[in-house]
């Protein structure tokens, strides 16, 4: 864990204002994130756990450029990505990426796979077309998909071959820090766990950096090299996931791990 | 292509949509070819031949006022404004489908703005600001149709906004956008054509209505000038000898009749063909039960004594344009009273089909449930009437679903859904049953029973949601109730909490409880004993821990094995020999 963090967050805070409404009582701002900071690793998995509302999927959106936070920074391999963002899309698509937690709803139903693959080859990558083909065969069979099922549509896919879809397309650019944000919340246990198995293969073999973000403790466990637990907004505890879901220090953290149901 | 070939196949399986169909063919066929038809010059007045009636020699169709060919003026006018009413139609689709896109999609000031400009040209009625505005610019036909098309413009602009609207902030414009897209490249590859649907059938839905308001105005004299024909222009002039020579207003209103009745039924045939919900066969409506086709009752069957529910066989199909899927084959269930059943299994393991078919609650069409029998004391349910049924459900059999945001009605206050379910099954003043319901509320432990009755689903959390509903389906003391997923969408100390609170139910009240969920863990801590599912079947049953512990059949031993347990989580990374590939 030496030289720049892969992922930097220094003092990030994220509130909602209130739609301006002419008529109507004025409503409170929102605060989604208090403050958060943190740093990942080049090359380590950062699990991220919290209940629904927490703020874990705000501060991942914020990781890749979808949302602007009210204050504070966040810099990718050393790089603020307000700066990355301002050089256009493609320079902050070619360093992070991100994985939905819904793979079919992530791919656009009336495009084929060719066609939604082929979008960072063309715009991130600057790849010429002729050279699409060979590249495309290439994703498809680095997350064990066959290349024929290039031109099918999304409807035609499990929600498991849709993620590893998805997943071929955050790593089309060659970006080297991928957030995902419950990757694989909506799949069956054993596609799950086959997911994940493919997701630990791709790390070692592209040497990739992890956001990772559940709300399922042992799916973190099972992956991250280290873990923070967000509450309201606020990271209240850290640490290696073994140690940190056996001995839980902060008061939530312990209520967290004893509501999870046991074999 | 295949999708073509499907949209028209269901196009032309509805019968009035292919009649219009065929009637603007002929129509279309007849206008397209009036260049080369031996028809005689429409202008050419021939005063001596005036008002001839129809089928006259060398006029089929009869004179006109100046002795003009009825047919040929016919056949020439529909072509005009077949012509400027698609034109219309086309031009007021681009435009009104831009504005609405760009409103829905950039949202904030741009739409506001837009949007308000659209409602501006909606305050006025449609007649009045097609008049105002050929007014402004002067008649002839050109400048009717422009008319047309403003007013037209807010049907398209409206319609697009809102589905554009709900498409910018789904997952895959936000991918596209991390794909390195820019916003005009998103908004005409990712968002259009997901909006096309919408275009074409409002385009498909509007264009007999703008043939109409361009003849309108030209039947006013603000159209087509003399001599030139269209339809409406020929109605006009129709008008003026409407007694003597009643033909010549009623051979083109007939005319404007046929074609935009065609259009409207080739419109509403396009909005159920495209409309995906209608696609898996012939729109019905479900029936109150689920259809029963069994080949084989099998009789003098008296199945477990002891037993509350007792399944046998039970097989559940569904009927797809291509024949029948069978979703269940061949369960068998026992549930004794005051016991606990979990079913486990993966989607598409047929595990929410069955619970839906115990009470007959799987839809018809399509479903069918092929055989078997479900007991539920003396009574076979799949031979049951309505009546009976309708008892039974809510009432000794209670169903809690996966997400009480959807089986709570939204507009109704929680307080009053749950008065309902008592009074649809008991004679209950309202006095009295709103009493019970506070019994209700303290009994799933919700906070503050008298505040959370008057709430409406909205304003509540999602576990005090869950715990609304099983405050509704425990209204009437069932004896049986079956929960499908109930804590899959709830956080997990939540779900702790909702978990809890069944057990205790179960033992206070002696419920028996049908438990389906996806997660070992979850079952483990409830039931008693479980059932696998796996491509329709049960393929092990026994009590939890015994399964869990020894899992005999080698899909449970994949499952169990796949299921990361907190503090060895690692363990499922290791690959498996046993599993089956993706």
């Known amino acids: 864990m030496s030289g720049a963090p892969a992922v930097q967050v220094r003092d990030l805070v994220k509130t909602y204002r209130p739609r301006f409404a002419l008529f109507g009582r004025r409503r409170k701002p929102v605060t989604a994130l208090g403050g958060v900071s943190l740093a990942v690793a080049p090359g380590e998995t950062l699990g991220i756990v919290g209940e629904s509302g927490c703020g874990k999927t705000t501060l991942a959106r914020c990781l890749v450029g979808l949302l602007r936070p009210s204050s504070g920074q966040v810099l990718v391999a050393g790089q603020p990505i307000d700066r990355l963002a301002a050089e256009g899309p493609a320079a902050l698509g070619r360093s992070v990426q991100y994985v939905f937690q819904d793979p079919i709803s992530s791919l656009n139903p009336r495009r084929t796979i060719r066609q939604t693959l082929a979008v960072p080859l063309r715009f991130l990558a600057g790849l010429p077309p002729g050279d699409h083909p060979a590249r495309l065969r290439e994703l498809m069979e680095g997350v064990g998909l066959d290349p024929a099922m290039l031109d099918r549509y999304p409807h035609e896919f499990s929600g498991g071959q849709a993620q590893r879809i998805a997943i071929a397309r955050a790593l089309a650019a060659g970006a080297r820090v991928v957030v995902l944000d419950e990757p694989v919340s909506a799949l069956d246990v054993s596609v799950q766990a086959q997911v994940l198995r493919l997701l630990v293969e791709l790390k070692a073999r592209h040497d990739l950096t992890y956001v990772f973000i559940s709300h399922d403790l042992a799916v973190v466990e099972a992956l991250a090299d280290r873990v923070v637990v967000m509450s309201a907004g606020a990271v209240v505890e850290e640490g290696r996931p073994e140690e940190l879901f056996s001995a839980p220090s902060h008061p939530y953290t312990r209520r967290l791990v004893a509501s999870v149901p046991r074999l | ?582």
């Not at chain 2, 051979?251 to 009745?261: D, N």
């Not at chain 2, 084959?329 to 595990?351: F, N, T, Y």
């Not at chain 2, 796949?562 to 590939?581: F, H, Q």
Request: overall charge positive.
């Open chain 2, 1 to 582: 292509m295949k999708a073509a070939r499907g949209f028209f196949a269901r196009l032309l399986r509805n019968r009035m949509a292919a009649a219009g169909l065929l009637v603007l063919a002929l129509i279309l066929a007849v206008v397209l070819a009036a260049p080369i038809l031996p028809l005689a010059d429409p202008d050419a007045t021939d005063p001596a031949r005036r008002l001839l009636p129809p089928f006259s020699e060398g006029a089929w169709l009869g004179t006109d006022a100046l002795g003009r060919d009825l047919l040929a003026r016919l056949v020439w006018g529909s072509r005009l404004s077949l012509a400027v009413g698609v034109a219309a139609s086309l031009l007021a689709a681009v435009l009104g489908s831009t504005v609405g896109l760009l409103a829905g999609y950039l949202g904030g000031w741009t739409d506001t703005l837009l949007m308000r400009g659209i409602d501006t040209l909606m305050a006025f009625p449609y007649l009045l600001l097609a008049l105002a505005i050929v007014a402004v610019l002067g008649p002839g036909l050109l400048n009717a149709l422009y008319a047309v098309v403003v007013v037209n413009i807010p049907f398209f602009a409206r319609n697009v906004r809102g589905v554009a609207a709900g498409l910018r902030h789904r997952e895959f414009v936000d991918a596209a956008r991390l794909s390195g897209m820019g916003s005009a490249r998103i908004l005409l590859q990712e968002v259009l054509p997901n909006v096309m649907p919408v275009i074409v059938i409002t385009v498909s839905t509007t264009i007999g209505w703008m043939i109409l308001e361009t003849a309108g105005l030209s039947f006013l004299g603000l159209g087509s000038q003399p001599p030139q024909a269209d339809l409406g222009s020929m109605l006009g002039e129709g008008r003026k000898v409407l007694i003597n020579a009643p033909h010549v207003a009623a051979v083109p209103g007939l005319l404007v009749f046929l074609i935009v009745m065609s259009m409207n039924l080739i419109g509403d045939g396009v909005r159920d063909a495209i409309d995906p919900r209608l696609r898996t066969g012939l729109p019905g409506k479900p029936g109150t039960a689920t259809r029963v086709e069994r080949p084989d009752v099998p009789a003098g069957h008296d199945g477990d004594a002891g037993a509350l529910l007792d399944v046998r066989n039970l097989k559940v199909a569904f009927d797809t344009g291509s024949g029948r899927n069978l979703a269940v084959q061949g369960v068998d269930l026992a549930v004794a009273p005051g016991e606990c059943l979990g079913i486990i299994g993966e989607s598409g393991s047929g595990k929410s089909v069955t619970a839906l078919a115990l009470a007959r609650l799987v839809p018809s069409p399509p479903g069918v449930i092929t055989g078997g029998v479900v007991r539920f004391e003396k009574d076979d349910l799949l031979a049951a009437p309505p009546g009976l049924l309708r008892r039974l459900r809510g009432g000794r059999i209670a169903y809690v679903f996966q997400d009480p945001l959807t089986t709570l009605h939204p507009l109704m206050r929680v307080g009053d859904q749950v008065i309902e379910a008592i009074q649809a099954h008991q004679r209950q003043a309202a006095g009295a049953a709103r009493a019970r319901v506070h019994e209700l509320f303290a009994a799933v432990r919700l906070p503050e029973p008298d505040r959370i009755m008057q709430a409406y689903p909205h304003e509540l959390s999602g576990g005090q949601r869950q715990r609304v509903s099983i405050a509704m389906a425990l209204a009437n003391d069932p004896d049986l109730i079956i929960a499908d997923e109930p804590t899959t969408a709830l956080d997990v100390t939540v779900q702790a909490g909702i978990l809890d609170l069944l057990a205790e139910l179960r033992r206070q009240r002696r419920l028996a409880l049908v438990f389906i969920s996806h997660d070992f863990g979850v079952i483990a801590r409830i039931c008693d004993r479980v059932a696998v599912m796996h491509g329709g079947e049960i393929v092990e049953t026994g009590p939890v821990l015994d399964v869990l512990h020894r899992p005999r059949h080698s899909y449970t031993r994949r499952l169990i094995a796949a299921v990361p347990v907190l503090g060895r989580a690692k363990e499922i990374l290791r690959t498996d020999p046993l599993e089956a590939p993706a």
